[in-house]
Structure formats: C-alpha cells, structure tokens
C-alpha cells in the first residue's frame, strides 16, 4: 500500500459551545490561511457561515476547510483537511457524515464542564470506526477550570464506550482556543499555557497521531460522496473522498446510484478546498476531499467510480429518527395576509409567499437531498406531511429556515417515533446530564419525577454546583426546557442525547394550565387585555389580529378558556377617552418557535408565517370543539 505524506483529514467533534469553530478560526489564522489585511478584519466563527448558526451559537451543517501547514524544519506543505462538526445530538447525521471522510478525530473537551452526552455519542461513533483519537482540552483558562478531574473523566468514558488499549493511549493537548494558543504540558487550572505562544503544539500532534491515507496504486477510481451544496451557475456540487485512483476535470466516470444502476457521467468541474473557498483544480488524488460539478441528481452515500471497473462503496447509515411532527399547508384565516392579518398594506412583502401544498412538498423534498438524518412520509391529508427527525431541535430549525424562505405552514404537535419489539410499543429514551446550583437540586429531581425519568447519577464536584444523570423518555423532554429555566432561575445547564428505546412508559401529563382561546375575530384591545390579564399569562399585544380559535393565552387553571380579547370600552358622550384611568398592562410573554412548539397540547397547532407564530386550535370553531370534547367524554 502507498501512503501520500502531503495530507492529513482530521474532524473535530465536541459537546455544543467546547470551542470546535473558535479553535478552526485560531488554526486557519495562524497558518497563514489569509492575507495578513484580510486577517484583521475577519469575524469569529468564520466556519459558521449560515444566519441561523450565527444567531444561535450553534453549527447546524458540518463543513469542511483546508490548512495548508508549514513544517518549521522546512519540509514540504502538508494539507490538513478539517471536518467542523455540530456539536448538538439532533444534528448527528452531519457528525456520521463527517466521520466518514477523515483518518482521525480531535476531541475537544471543555476544562470546567468535562465529558458531556454529546461527547458520549461522538466519541461512540468515532470509537466503533476504529478512529485514533486526539485529546484536546479546551479552555483551560476558565476560572472554574479542573484539567486533572476532566482527563480522568474522559478516560472513564473510553473504558465506558469499551475502547481498546491501542484507543486508549491518546495523546493530550492543553489549549485556550480563544487566544490561539495550544501545550503538551499541562498548565494550572484557571491559566494559558505559558510554555507556548501558538497552535504550533497543537499541529505538530496532528501531524504525529493522524495517520496519512492509504492507497493501493493499482485500483481502479473510488470516491465517495458525503456531503452536498447548491452554486448559482453550477447547480448542484457533490463533495467527496477520494478512496482510490485519481478523478479529473473533464473525465467520464461511473456514477453508482444507491439502487445500484449504474449511469455514466462527466465531472464538468472539479474543486479543492483552500481556507474558506473553493478553488478549480485539475485532479484530486487518494485522500483528497474536493468537490464536483455536472452530475444533477446525485446523493449522499453514492459512488464515483471507474467505467471499466465500478465498484461501490459502502452506503453512508445513520440513526434511526426519534420525533416526528406534521408540517402542513397553513389553513388559517389569515393566510397569505401578512404580519398583522391586515391585507393591504402587506400585499407589497407577501408577493413571493409560499402557501400551496405542491410548494410545501417540494421544499421538504429538497430539504431530503442533503438531509439524510431526516425523513418525510405521507398522511391521510394530502396538504400535511408527517417528518421525522433526530429531535425537536432540528426539526425546528427546519421550519424556521422554511419560514425565512417565505412559507407560511402549520405545524402539529411533536410526537415520539415508537417502534413494535414483541408486539410490545417501545419509545424512545434519552439520557439526561443536568448541572445546577445544590438549592435547585429538589426542583429538578421533581421536575423530572413528574416525566418519568430515573436517575441514573449524582456528583458533586464541592463548587456549590450538582450534576445530575437521568434516563428519560424523549416524549417527556417535550416543553421541559422552559420550565426547567424557570425553576433554575435560568442557571441550570441540560443536555440530552438519545440512549435507545425502551417499553411505553405509560401516560406523561407535564403541562397542567390550560389556554386561552379567542372566541371570535378582531383585533386585540388593551381594554380587553386589562380585564383578562389576571385569568393567565398573555401571548399578544393591543392591536394584533386574531382569529376565533387563537391561544392568546395561558389560562392559570387546568382547562381551557374561551375569551373576548377583542372588547372594546364603550364610550357615550358623559364619559370620554381622556377621562378614563389607564391601567398598566402586564407586557405579553412572546413566544419563540421553539416554545410555541413545547407549548402546545395534542389538540393544538402552531401557525408559522414569515413574520408571526401563532398557536391555534386544530378545529377552530367553538362549537365543533365542544361538541368533539363531549362526544369524547361519553364514549
């Protein structure tokens, strides 16, 4: 077998906000990536191009970037190629995806908060590739940094995920991400490394302990391809790894499609990855990761290979979904009207608005192509759709970029993905890692007790803080995080990632408040909020539109409410406007996507429009409701 020495393909996988993306930032900086003017001026997490990543503080897509790296002993550039993977369990499939095209992986473990269930499930999944593992200790500058405690947490965790002796004798660097500065030798807690100005350390055990790909030079053409992008004049671009032989520009190749028919094609354009842009290439060799152009149709996990000779490669798998929701047609009153229901004057912003079912399906098809972890099936209704995902996040995120797009949708209840195992429902379970302060402790413990969960761990690390383990059913985890804030005062940390399924857990009531639901249309009127505030919690404010059926509210009692939010006071001519004493209204609680989402009861739907999320009834008439409530209570 011949090894190509000219190049490294490392990922670098970590539990959400450890410093993955600011620590890429620090390495495409000092290896001279950008001119030294371009360097100035550049924006942190540079790998987190999308909106919605940069508004969140989270890498939904893994990316992939090159380092061009200059031995200090004068030897010839090495490329390192770097995967940047999310770092949150409902993106999984972008960290399977990206596993499967390097040699070695970085794990980056926070100094203060250690190994958490994100580390768990992607160092499980680079542990069962046969992967060598790079220890990386981030942010050993923290004031409540304890390096020894999270070494030895990490090796608990590697003898926990059965990792062999070879997996077992990594490497460790010592880094603070953030100044750009990486050890070998450890530094007290709460300091920067002191022996070291630069990532030079850091390098240098990359190049050591992440072997050179392999390749036996007589096989014919395999690439496989792992991830897909969109370019305005080139189409659809296929990024790949090059197992074995050489693709070039202009070439004829096999294209094996996932039923196993062959087609065969011509690589109209071919790329590399420099720093942050793709630039044209010639040819790509074993090991490269590059991108082509001219195949319309391709997919994750097919194959490019020789005409002659085509042989597959393995498809890419990944985890089975765990929640579904159903995204349907927005069938509304106010659909296609705008923000504030009010039609004309947002005739002008709702032009290009997407309201029909074929435009809907179409989207979630696409949305299929580069989204392997995610799956749409059909309903009895032909204007909804039931998706499935690996959680409530990633499926949120979805309609969120969807409604960006100019969609207007609704949206039913999460739902858990059940599965038959003996003729016996199982549902699928999470595994719950909670850190909060000793005097919420209670809180919590009863918090979870009501959503069935089992606690699994306890430790008390002597800083006033508790972490607390929970086996909990994800159905549970529905609308938790919102309560678990408000017990915690906003302090507690949570963190869940998907542990298996196990038998129905029987029936889960976490939300005990009813709505408030509006009785007829109009638009909302302080006089009405003044006199309704203190039956509940408020959702809109004065001069909003809402529809018979609407939640405006969270009612304080257990069932729901019908209300007039549209009263108006009526005046005569003995009482006037300016006589009138104005009471304060309590301002409206706004609710994110997310929240209307966790919010909602199996009889409720959220409304998504480009500029408003609004809960709903699913049968909006009162009467129909109350009949259906009826009929129900006597059977």
């Given amino acids: 077998m011949a090894t190509r020495h000219d190049i490294r393909n490392v990922a670098i996988v970590a539990h959400v906000d450890h410093g993955k993306t600011t620590i890429v930032d620090a390495m495409l900086k000092q290896a001279g990536s950008f001119a030294a003017h371009a360097a100035e001026s550049l924006d942190d997490r540079m790998m ?97 940094s304890r390096i020894d405690e999270v070494v030895n947490e990490t090796y608990d965790l590697f003898l926990d995920l059965d990792a062999d002796e070879d997996q077992i004798e990594f490497p460790i660097v010592y880094a603070c991400g953030r100044d750009g500065i990486a050890s070998l030798t450890k530094p007290d807690d709460g300091t920067v490394p002191a022996d070291s100005a630069n990532l030079e350390p850091f390098f240098t055990t990359i190049l050591e302990s992440v072997p050179a790909p392999t390749y036996d030079e007589t096989a014919p053409l395999q690439a496989h391809v792992t991830n897909l992008d969109a370019d305005n004049f080139l189409g659809r671009i296929a990024l790949l790894r090059v197992e074995q032989g050489e693709l070039r520009k202009g070439q004829t190749v096999a294209w094996i499609k996932r039923d196993g028919t062959i087609a065969n094609v011509r690589i109209t354009e071919l790329m590399m990855t420099e720093a942050l842009t793709r630039k044209p290439a010639e040819m790509a060799g074993p090991g490269d990761i590059c991108a082509v152009a001219g ?34 047609t927005n069938t509304s009153p106010l659909v296609g009207r705008g923000g504030t229901g009010k039609g004309a004057d947002a005739k002008a912003a709702v032009k290009d608005r997407k309201v029909t079912a074929r435009q809907v399906k179409d989207r979630l098809e696409r ?91 306890m430790s008390n690390h002597g800083s006033g803080w508790v972490r607390l383990e929970f086996v909990v059913p994800s159905r549970g985890l529905i609308g938790f995080r919102t309560e678990f804030l408000t017990q915690t005062r906003g302090t507690g940390i949570a963190h869940s990632i998907h542990e298996g399924h196990e038998p129905w857990f029987g029936e889960l009531k976490t939300r005990n408040n009813g709505s408030l639901v509006a009785d007829r249309s109009g638009a909302v009127t302080a006089f009405a909020m003044t006199n309704l505030q203190e039956r509940g919690v ?51 609680r706004k609710l994110s996507l997310e929240q209307s989402l966790e919010f909602c009861r199996d009889d409720e739907c959220v409304e998504v429009t480009p500029e408003a999320v609004r809960i709903r009834k699913v049968v909006l008439d009162q009467k129909e409701r109350g009949r259906s409530a009826s009929r129900a209570k006597h059977n």
């Fill in 48 to 144: 987190d191009s999308n909106d919605l990543e940069r508004e969140k503080g989270i890498t939904i897509l893994a990316k992939n970037t090159a380092v061009k790296y200059h031995p200090k002993d004068g030897g010839d550039p090495i490329t390192i190629n770097i995967i940047d993977t999310p770092g949150h369990a409902d993106f999984g499939g972008e960290v399977e995806r990206g596993l499967s095209m390097v040699d070695a992986v970085v794990l980056l473990v926070d100094a203060s908060e250690g190994p958490l269930p994100q580390t768990r499930f992607v160092l499980r999944k680079a542990l069962q590739q046969r992967l060598p593992v790079i220890l990386c200790i981030n942010k050993t500058d923290r004031p409540d």
């Fill in 538 to 588: 408020l959702f809109t404010e004065p001069g909003t539109e809402v529809y018979e059926g609407m939640i405006v509210g969270e009612n304080s009692r257990a069932d729901d409410m019908d209300v007039n939010i549209t009263k108006e006071k009526k005046l005569t001519n003995m009482r006037s406007a300016s006589a009138d004493s104005f009471e304060a209204i309590v301002p409206p």
């Fill in 295 to 328: 195949i319309p149709d391709i997919m994750i996990g097919e194959t490019l290979a020789d005409p002659e000779n085509p042989i597959a490669l393995p498809l890419i798998t990944v985890d089975e979904p765990a929640i579904s929701m159903t995204i349907g």
């Fill in 367 to 457: 949305e299929l192509i580069g989204n392997v972890s995610l799956r749409v099936l059909e309903t009895e209704r032909p204007d909804a759709w039931e998706v499935q995902g690996r959680g409530e996040l990633a499926l949120a995120i979805l309609v969120e970029q969807m409604r960006r797009e100019g969609f207007e949708m609704t949206i039913g209840k999460p739902q858990v993905v059940t599965r038959q195992v003996d003729g016996k429902t199982h549902e699928p379970v999470e595994r719950m890692t909670i850190d909060v302060p000793e005097e919420h402790m209670g809180a919590v413990t009863q918090l979870m007790g009501v959503r069935k969960g089992r606690m699994d761990n």
